[in-house]
């Protein structure tokens, strides 16, 4: 059985940042698409990031150029570093593996039951 866990969340200011570690059992992410997603309060889950199996990075536009996805096979986990963090990037992000349907429109479907995801607030 998958089972992917977030990490790296927290409280931080505005213009900080942080770096979300999503660590995975049951399968390698490498042979994996892979999405970082987020849900505001008030909003429905929306995909932010995603890196397919060969290594292609895809954004949202609004944190393209702040956030990078990236991942390490010898350690099964995929990253989101987010710098330049705003107030409107508060927000529980969850990672998942992902059936891409358009990378270069965000579009996927999910694969897997949605883990605790990890709370980033950014307040001043």
């Known amino acids: 059985q998958v089972q992917l866990v977030e990490s790296g969340g927290g409280l931080v200011q505005p213009g900080g940042s942080l770096r979300l570690s999503c660590a995975a059992s049951?399968?390698?992410?490498?042979?994996?698409?892979m999405g970082w997603y987020r849900r505001a309060p008030g909003r429905q889950r929306e995909l932010v990031a995603l890196?397919?199996?060969?290594?292609?990075?895809y954004y949202e536009g609004s944190v393209k150029g702040r956030f990078t996805i990236s991942r390490d096979n010898g350690k099964n986990t995929v990253y989101l570093q987010m710098n330049s963090l705003q107030v409107e990037d508060t927000a529980v992000y969850y990672c998942n593996r992902l059936l891409v349907l358009n990378a270069y429109k965000l579009s996927g479907r999910p694969y897997d039951s949605w883990g605790q995801g990890t709370q980033v607030t950014v307040s001043s």
């Open positions: 890196i397919t199996s060969d290594g292609g990075t």
């Open positions: 049951g399968t390698l992410l490498s042979i994996n698409d």
